[in-house]
């Protein structure tokens, strides 16, 4: 999917998005295992990125994958911050899905 789709990025979450039919939509969560290698600690980010994106869900665009990745600033992000950070880059799918390449 990271050769197909958009990259871009908010503070510390970065979001992958990759257009297609709208019945095979998907969302992951991604945590870098070579920056973090604790599994508790990756684990907890991955919990913080999916209630964050469950709270936000009324923002989440059709027919696209998505896979959010988050750095190890997201496991002590406070809960604003974090949510701000998800919001970011959901504001920032539009733009990808008119094939706008822009890294950022």
């Not at 949510?83 to 706008?100: E, Q």
């Amino acid at each position: 999917m990271r050769r197909q789709g958009v990259r871009r990025r908010v503070g510390s979450v970065s979001v992958f998005v990759h257009m297609h039919d709208p019945a095979d939509e998907e969302i992951r969560f991604a945590v870098s295992t070579r920056k973090m290698k604790g599994a508790v600690k990756r684990n907890r980010i991955r919990r913080r990125l999916k209630a964050a994106l469950h709270e936000l869900r009324n923002r989440l665009q059709t027919g696209c994958d998505l896979v959010l990745v988050g750095d190890e600033q997201v496991e002590m992000l406070p809960w604003s911050s974090l949510l701000g950070d998800v919001d970011g880059v959901l504001h920032l799918i539009p733009a990808a899905m008119v094939g706008n390449d822009v890294n950022n």
